[in-house]
């Protein structure tokens, strides 16, 4: 009898395919759709692990791209690569769950790109001091402080980090509420793409060093 083949290639990546990581990926995405649902109707760009299954989607703001980690690149709503298909300043929101390493700069160039002003990156990571972490430490790798450096490279304001899911056993949390308790599984990172104000030319007196009268 033939051996029954793999639902996966060889080689393929493996994160977040456990019980504990697909229920902490579905209490995130239940948090997330109600704080999108506040948000403006703009485009959106949700990038997502590649074990997220499909039938797991909450029922976002219409007008987006919802696409997963696939082999060297994202597969979903369309299937592309980096750097994204998109034009310049298109999108209101861009999620960004527990993306690989790979690209890592590359991508958050891109996220910027292709936000408009006023637009927010929604960055999930596992929160590296959280003891939920060490259940599964390859299906839930650590998230590092380059993250936060490539979204202040590209003149990001990172807002306060809010943390959510269990702190340790997969105990129900109401309305996957968020907390800054910083022993929470996941941590999540809101940075907002902020335009530059245009200078207006100073008056010819005061660019002689006179102000005028009041």
């Given at each position: 009898?033939?051996?029954?083949?793999?639902?996966?290639?060889?080689?393929?990546?493996?994160?977040?395919?456990?019980?504990e990581?697909q229920w902490?990926?579905?209490?995130?995405?239940?948090?997330?759709?109600?704080?999108?649902?506040?948000?403006?109707?703009?485009?959106?760009?949700?990038?997502a692990?590649?074990?997220?299954?499909?039938?797991?989607?909450?029922?976002?703001?219409p007008?987006?791209?919802?696409?997963?980690?696939?082999?060297?690149?994202?597969?979903g709503?369309?299937?592309?690569?980096?750097?994204?298909?998109?034009?310049?300043?298109?999108?209101?929101?861009?999620?960004l769950?527990?993306?690989?390493?790979?690209?890592?700069?590359?991508?958050?160039?891109?996220?910027?790109?292709?936000?408009?002003?006023?637009?927010?990156?929604?960055?999930?990571?596992?929160?590296?001091?959280s003891?939920?972490?060490w259940?599964?430490?390859?299906?839930?790798?650590?998230?590092?402080?380059?993250?936060?450096?490539?979204?202040?490279?590209?003149?990001?304001?990172?807002?306060?980090?809010?943390?959510?899911?269990?702190?340790?056993?997969?105990?129900?949390?109401?309305?996957a509420?968020?907390?800054?308790?910083?022993?929470?599984?996941?941590?999540?990172?809101?940075?907002e793409?902020?335009?530059?104000?245009?200078?207006?030319?100073?008056?010819?007196?005061?660019?002689?060093?006179?102000?005028?009268?009041?």
């Amino acid at each position: 009898m033939p051996a029954a083949a793999p639902s996966r290639q060889p080689g393929a990546s493996i994160r977040f395919s456990g019980r504990e990581a697909q229920w902490l990926l579905a209490e995130e995405r239940r948090w997330l759709d109600a704080n999108l649902a506040s948000r403006p109707a703009r485009p959106w760009l949700w990038l997502a692990p590649a074990a997220t299954a499909a039938g797991d989607w909450p029922t976002p703001p219409p007008r987006g791209l919802r696409l997963h980690e696939h082999a060297d690149g994202y597969a979903g709503t369309v299937r592309c690569g980096l750097p994204l298909p998109l034009p310049n300043d298109c999108l209101g929101d861009v999620v960004l769950q527990h993306p690989g390493a790979r690209d890592a700069a590359v991508l958050v160039e891109e996220c910027a790109r292709v936000l408009v002003d006023g637009g927010r990156l929604w960055l999930f990571l596992v929160n590296p001091w959280s003891p939920y972490r060490w259940r599964s430490p390859r299906d839930l790798p650590a998230a590092g402080a380059a993250w936060q450096h490539h979204l202040r490279a590209q003149g990001m304001q990172i807002d306060t980090a809010c943390f959510i899911g269990p702190s340790w056993r997969m105990a129900k949390v109401e309305g996957a509420q968020a907390s800054a308790w910083p022993l929470r599984a996941c941590r999540v990172i809101v940075a907002e793409k902020r335009g530059l104000a245009p200078v207006v030319p100073a008056p010819p007196a005061w660019r002689r060093g006179t102000a005028p009268a009041a």
